[in-house]
């Protein structure tokens, strides 16, 4: 006999329509405490990383599995009733900073959240999936099955929409168990302050990246300003075709079929005509001959194109240095980086958490690089809260500037 939960403990509702959708605000509007929120992606599956179906259950309503497709306007889905009816709620959400994007996009975001895998993490726990919380903390044991599957099929499978239930069916259970261990270790507020950052953190789109293709796997081998212009002139393309047939751009060429083209490149031999076929099998690999023309196309661009519009090898520093490198530019900086940042590692391993969420590295190496003359535990803490430290961590990082060497 399986020791895995296989059931939710409720029947599975699914919205497809506006008057069942009415009856899930009516519910919830009227039911009490917080509600656990979920959502399914088809990561894998879809270029947009929309929302397939969010769960939710609130104690005195149920669990409610949304199908957001029925509710499109254009290109996104209006679930905006559900947080207007919501709006004084907690919403109890695992590893929100990944179901936060998509449910802003069909209209729901919380005011008040209680993420789960961050709540573990302030707390220590060696596992913080929420398989290994459920297990450690409550007992529960679920199968993570269908988390890869894709979500845009319809219809969706009766076994998938009892996985995604179980995802939100002990949520409550376990978001109390949580916040009692961090208010019993004082740790609460902490809490509190982080899932306040991550609201508004994700409460709109992020600016755009600049030289996205510059995230192609492989990338850094290329070392001419001309094979970096293959590459983007190939990744481009892709995006297009991607973005075009929603799919996922790896799945329209492999990241090294666009490296392996652009390392042939020669400072001053010929662009190839076609892209090198992919060391794999599968659609990735067709994508190379299917979309032959389109990538022909993409090729003959860089071959007519002036040298002066190559890409850089590097982007224009837009930060600061790594330490490694500042003994050279600002050797004071790099002495008290030297005495601080094993201090920083010595107080994580005495609060049970890791160093970088006490301390993200990226906010502590700004701090310490651009303020001269840091000694004054005050003038210390101010420049983490500038730098966008949030008080638990200034509170406790401050005093350490005493204690590193001058």
Known sequence: MSDYVEQPREELRLVESHDTLREVVDSLGTAEGPIAVDAERAHGHRYWPKAYLVQLRREGAGTWLLDPLPFEQGERADLSPVSDATR????????????????????????????????GRLLGEPGVSLGALLESKLGIRLRKAHSADNWATRPLPEAWLRYAALDVDYLLELHDVLAAELASRERLEWAEQEFAHVLRTYAREPEPRADPWRRLSGITDLRHPRQ?????????????IARERDRPPGR??????????????TPDGPVPRHVTAPPARGSAARGATRFRTNWARALKAVAQLPAAQYPPRRLPGSGIPHPRNWERTRPEA??????LRPAVDALAEELGIHASLLAPSALLQQVVYTVPGLRDPEEFGRALERAGA????????APLIGRAPS
């Open 334 to 339: 790099a002495v008290l980086w030297q005495g």
């Open 228 to 240: 970096l212009a293959v590459a983007r002139a190939l990744w481009e393309e892709r995006d297009t």
């Open 252 to 265: 329209i060429l492999a990241d090294a079929a666009i490296v392996a083209t652009a390392a042939q490149v």
């Open 390 to 397: 949030r008080p638990w961590q200034r509170e406790l990082l």
């Open 88 to 119: 004084d709620a907690t919403w109890i959400i695992h590893a929100a900073s990944q179901d936060l994007p998509c449910l802003r996009e069909v209209g729901m975001y919380p005011r008040h959240l209680f993420d789960t895998e961050l709540a």
